[in-house]
């Protein structure tokens, strides 16, 4: 069992508080936990209050701790002191939105990458110089330390987590039961890969997801225009309108997720990989995963297979 800590630091949103009970509580093998420094109730920015009934001994033990809140102000020592003895006992250290203040302040984001909410990051750039701080990511890992940027940001950081921990089967799995995108890729030690896009629209919802039904075909826009009963022209400036790509640059980025995913979960040769991710060839799969995240096929299977889940 993966023992996870949630650290609330007010002031708060209640959403970022449920977002790693969302997240990782879909998942069985996780064990999660919200902690505070002073259990009881804890006020949350516009919203009611959250009884929290752990405190900061939570963090001793666990595996994972990720610091949620804080809105850019101090944290209190006793939160500090603890994360840094979570972080030199070995725990993967994480925050989500502001929390990356509340690592900054504990002397564990110095030296490092990282990211939080756009609208904080010249802040917490100008407070903690140390830090180079990537206002432009979904998140960043910097030699095994996680921040992520605001609001969905937060829920692709989690996801990222799950599919370091179980691979990306499981991971997508945890986002359809969240009723959210599959893992989009953010930042890692390794490389920074450039996020896709939020979508904005569901008119095109079907298509989008008919499309994933069929990656492994040859889809073209009269394809896609045809399941939308709309015409090509409609149907790209609609595509670009709702995902801020066009429809070929969003296949393509969902052909190389499908790509990552059967890597991690199967032993499928490349050229089967490949077929079945509608890339075509280990070629062409070579090309486009190196693009993508500066790995060959080959170094990503090394790097991310994981183990199925025990049952």
């Known amino acids: 069992m993966h023992r996870l800590a949630a650290v609330i630091v007010p002031p708060v949103l209640g959403f970022d508080v449920s977002i790693p009970l969302m997240v990782f509580n879909s998942v069985p093998h996780y064990d999660v936990r919200v902690c505070t420094a002073r259990p009881g109730p804890v006020p949350t920015v516009g919203g009611p209050d959250v009884v929290v009934t752990h405190g900061l001994e939570t963090l001793e033990d666990a595996d994972t701790v990720i610091a949620v809140g804080s809105g850019g102000e101090q944290a209190p020592p006793e939160v500090l002191d603890a994360l840094r003895k979570a972080a030199a006992g070995g725990a993967r250290i994480a925050s989500l939105c502001t929390g990356a203040f509340v690592l900054a302040q504990a002397g564990l984001l110095d030296g490092r990458r990282a990211t939080t909410h756009w609208g904080l990051a010249g802040d917490l750039a100008a407070r903690f110089p140390a830090i180079e701080v990537r206002p432009d990511v979904l998140f960043v890992e910097d030699d095994g330390v996680f921040t992520s940027a605001g609001a969905a940001a937060a829920i692709d950081l989690c996801l990222h987590l799950i599919r370091l921990d179980y691979g990306a089967a499981v991971a997508n799995t945890a986002a359809r039961l969240a009723v959210v995108s599959p893992v989009r890729p953010g930042g890692q030690a390794q490389f920074i890969e450039t996020p896709l896009p939020p979508e904005?629209?569901?008119s095109l919802a079907?298509?989008?997801a008919w499309a994933l039904e069929h990656l492994d075909r040859p889809l073209t826009l009269a394809d896609l225009a045809r399941h939308a009963r709309i015409s090509v022209r409609t149907l790209t400036r609609r595509f670009h309108a709702e995902t801020g790509l066009s429809p070929l640059q969003w296949l393509l980025h969902r052909r190389v997720?499908?790509?990552?995913?059967?890597?991690e979960t199967t032993?499928?040769?490349m050229d089967q990989v490949a077929g079945r991710s509608g890339l075509g060839s280990a070629d062409s799969l070579r090309k486009h995963l190196v693009s993508r995240v500066g790995l060959t096929p080959t170094a990503y299977r090394a790097s991310f297979t994981r183990e199925p889940l025990p049952s």
């Open 206 to 208: 079907p298509t989008r």
């Open 267 to 269: 032993g499928l040769p």
């Open 257 to 263: 997720d499908r790509a990552r995913e059967l890597l």
């Open 200 to 202: 904005r629209g569901t």
